[in-house]
């Protein structure tokens, strides 16, 4: 595999695999970027085969999260085509996670289990968010079908569709608008970041209860703080474009 491929690869994981395997100890916060760099000089990311795959379900699941703020504006055809692509991409990423388990390679087994201990500083595993996910889009769905019962009567649809604007709004997926956050975010402020053990905790948080309230808590954290800078400036962009 080129050099060039291996770096993009290594780069999108940092900000995108997780684990699934549950562990009994914590790490030292140094063990991670030596991992995420293991992983990459690995024999599994050495078929340039992998490193297509995986490259395609982050570069689908990074264009489906840009446009997941703007959902509620999308007609009924455009909601069920995300939320299609959204259950495939899953899918296929929960495939990969699974293939990345099972292998005999050294270095893939230590970074699963250097990230698993890592989320587990949230409370959660890779397998428990994945199992969100999929309650999440039966949710979306289930707004969907509401949303084509009423679609025929114009008063109806519309206040519907206040209705679900304002839930939405307040959701983790609507209130954080991705492609903003993707313009304000320097790469090496990701990665850094997701390299600080307390990095899912945030995550976390800030999904259950997306406010300035959770965000401002970890604003002076030394490495996490400025993504979570990023992100509240995206909240208040994502926020005042509702209000036009």
């Known amino acids: 595999m080129h050099g060039r ?8 994981a940092q900000q995108q695999l997780g684990s699934s395997r549950l ?9 991670y970027g030596e991992a995420y760099e293991n992983l990459f000089r690995s024999k599994v990311f050495q078929s340039e085969m992998v490193v297509k795959e995986f490259d395609s379900i982050m570069t689908e699941l990074r264009r489906l999260s840009m446009m997941a703020a703007r959902f509620p504006d999308f007609d009924l055809a455009g909601k069920e085509m995300f939320l299609d692509k959204m259950e495939e991409g899953t899918e296929r990423y929960k495939l990969f996670m699974k293939r990345l388990e099972l292998c005999d390679d050294a270095a893939a087994k230590e970074y699963l ?24 889009l039966g949710q979306y769905r289930s707004w969907l079908e509401e949303e084509r019962r009423v679609s025929a009567d114009p008063v109806k649809h519309q206040a519907f569709l206040a209705g679900f604007r304002q839930a939405w709004s307040n959701s983790a997926m609507g209130a954080i608008d991705m492609s903003v956050l993707a313009q304000m975010a320097d790469p090496a402020m990701v990665v850094a970041a997701q390299k600080d ?3 899912y905790k945030c995550i976390r948080e800030i999904s259950d209860n997306p406010t300035s309230e959770t965000m401002s808590k970890w604003l002076d954290h030394p490495t996490i703080g400025p993504l979570v800078g990023a992100m509240w400036k995206s909240m208040q962009i994502a926020r005042s474009r509702g209000q036009q």
């Open 23 to 31: 562990l009994r100890h914590r790490p030292a916060a140094m063990d």
């Open 197 to 199: 053990p307390e990095f």
């Open 5 to 12: 491929q291996q770096r993009h690869a290594a780069s999108q």
């Open 113 to 136: 289990r250097y990230t698993n201990a890592q989320m587990l500083e949230g409370g959660f595993t890779l397998q428990a968010m994945f199992e969100g996910l999929t309650q999440s």
